[in-house]
């Protein structure tokens, strides 16, 4: 399951920019996932309450925001909602498109206590 290691990723990260502003306590946190950034959400939110134990972020409000994956067309240019990469433009029929977003894996914010 590599969602631990994101997980554990996740939360170096957190640390790192808590400690830098001599923060000792996270008290929130927001993360923007795609629905194609190869993550599976459950196994992400079973690894992250695992992996907190101990750590800053330990009783940490963590929020998720699923970022759906958006194509455009690559012969008429329509955006469209997709769930795998093979999914064809709902106007033309093509199967060919580049993913514009719904790939990212990004920390939103943290809140730290002062």
């Not at 009783?59 to 469209?80: L, R, Y």
């Amino acid at each position: 399951m590599h969602e631990f290691s994101i997980a554990m990723s996740i939360i170096e990260i957190a640390e790192t920019e808590a400690r830098l502003v001599n923060s000792e306590k996270i008290l929130s946190m927001e993360l923007n996932i795609g629905t194609m950034a190869g993550i599976e959400f459950c196994a992400l939110d079973t690894a992250m309450e695992m992996a907190v134990k101990n750590t800053l972020l330990e009783n940490t409000d963590i929020k998720v925001n699923k970022i759906q994956a958006i194509a455009s067309c690559t012969d008429c240019n329509n955006k469209f909602d997709i769930n795998f990469i093979t999914d064809e433009c709902p106007k033309c029929g093509c199967l060919f498109n580049d993913v514009i977003s719904g790939k990212e894996l990004k920390i939103k914010s943290i809140v730290v206590e002062e």
